[in-house]
């Protein structure tokens, strides 16, 4: 039983067109994220959601738009697809961070490869 | 800008013998870091961690060393065993109250039976 599972594992697609990336956890995480892997395999944020509520969001084009349905879902909607934006993308959660609190470890998805034509 | 550098892209290790991955940092800021293991095709995987206020934290096979005046951090594995055998990130973040781990670009460790 997959904790934090994306869909699909794989896209292929043409410069210019729309998609989505899903993500659903199941560890009653309060938090949730995005990362992009790159060619160079640095693994960078992109953004973050506490409680369906953006707190990060890092220099991300706007292209990229998070939504949170609720907070076991953070989907990732790209618009206008570029060549540039293939990459591999994990989604993460973990538990509401508390101030004073040791920070809490973040359970990584599978990834999706996209690759952009 | 790298705040966090893992200069060795690869290293190979005999099986039973210790496995050292290294990492450096640069953002004085960062008082808690963690390592995490990622196999092909899938998401990374939380291994061990540590707190700024220590300087060494074990796990079973793994150990986390921590110098902050040299701002470096190393994963040792002992014995390493062929299901070692993965990318190893090391991750920063400025700690409690924090959402955001700023990650190195990965080491490869193969150990050979």
């Known amino acids: 039983d997959t904790a934090v599972s994306q869909t699909p594992k794989y896209l292929v697609t043409q410069m210019g067109n729309d998609k989505s990336i899903k993500c659903e956890q199941n560890?009653?995480?309060?938090?949730m994220y995005w990362y992009k892997q790159d060619s160079k395999k640095f693994l960078k944020i992109m953004f973050s959601?506490?409680?369906?509520?953006?707190?990060i969001n890092e220099t991300v084009p706007n292209r990229f738009s998070p939504k949170s349905p609720d907070k076991a879902h953070l989907n990732l909607h790209i618009n206008s697809l570029e060549l540039g934006d293939s990459a591999v993308y994990f989604c993460?959660?973990?538990?509401?961070?508390?101030?004073?609190?040791?920070?809490?470890?973040?359970?990584f998805g599978p990834g999706t490869r996209l690759t952009v034509l | 800008d790298q705040q966090v550098k893992q200069n060795s892209p690869s290293l190979s290790v005999q099986e039973g013998r210790i496995s050292i991955l290294n990492c450096d940092y640069t953002?004085?800021?960062?008082?808690?870091f963690l390592w995490y293991k990622k196999y092909p095709a899938e998401g990374p995987t939380f291994l061990i961690s540590?707190?700024?206020?220590?300087d060494k934290n074990e796990d079973g096979r793994f150990t986390v060393f921590l110098n902050k005046s040299a701002k470096h951090l190393s994963l040792h594995i002992v014995p390493s065993q062929p299901g070692d055998s993965a990318v190893y990130f090391c991750?920063?973040?400025?700690?409690?109250?924090?959402?955001?781990?700023?990650f190195g670009k990965g080491t490869k460790l193969s150990v050979i039976p």
């Open positions: 991750a920063a973040t400025p700690g409690a109250g924090s959402y955001q781990l700023t």
């Open positions: 993460a959660s973990s538990q509401s961070i508390r101030q004073g609190a040791l920070i809490d470890t973040q359970y």
């Open positions: 540590i707190s700024s206020i220590k």
């Open positions: 560890l009653g995480h309060d938090t």
């Open positions: 959601y506490n409680n369906k509520e953006l707190i």
């Open positions: 953002n004085s800021m960062f008082d808690y």
